[in-house]
C-alpha cells in the first residue's frame, strides 16, 4: 500500500511563508514526477509547482518567485517553501506523485489527502 502523507499547513497573514511537506511512503521501487496542486472554493484543482526525481521544476506563472520546490530522494519526500503568501494563495494544498509498485505493475498516480492553506488579509 502506498500513501502520501502532508503535513504543514495553517493559518498565515499575507505577507507571511509557510511550508508544506508530503512524505510517500509504502511498497514504493520508484518515484517519477513529484508535485503540488490546489483547489480554492468554487474553482478547478490546479498546478502548483512539480519537480522530477533529477530535481528539474514547474511552477504556475502565479507562484513563481514566491514557492520552491525542493525534493529529497532519499526520503521520498518533496517540501513546498512558500513564500510571500497572498489572500488569493487560500486553498486545500495536495501532493502528488508518479509511483512504481515494488510489487510491479504500472506506475501510477497517486494523491494525498489534502492539506488547508489559508491567507488573511
Known amino acids: 500500500q502506498v500513501q502520501l502523507v502532508e503535513s504543514g499547513g495553517g493559518l498565515v497573514q499575507a505577507g507571511g511563508s509557510l511550508r508544506l511537506s508530503c512524505a510517500a511512503s509504502?511498497?514504493?521501487?520508484?518515484?517519477?514526477?513529484m508535485g503540488w496542486y490546489r483547489q480554492a472554493p468554487g474553482k478547478q484543482r490546479e498546478l502548483v509547482a512539480t519537480i522530477t526525481t533529477g530535481g528539474s521544476t514547474n511552477y504556475a506563472d502565479s507562484v513563481k518567485g514566491r514557492f520552491t520546490l525542493s525534493r529529497d530522494n532519499a526520503k521520498n519526500t518533496v517540501y513546498l517553501q512558500m513564500n510571500s503568501l497572498k489572500p488569493e494563495d487560500t486553498a486545500v494544498y495536495y501532493c502528488?506523485?508518479?509511483?512504481?509498485?515494488?510489487?510491479?505493475?504500472?506506475?501510477?498516480?497517486?494523491w494525498g489527502q489534502g492539506t488547508q492553506v489559508t491567507v488573511s488579509s
Open positions: 502528488n506523485a508518479d509511483i512504481l509498485s515494488a510489487y510491479g505493475g504500472d506506475w501510477l498516480d497517486y
Open positions: 509504502g511498497s514504493i521501487f520508484s518515484i517519477k514526477i
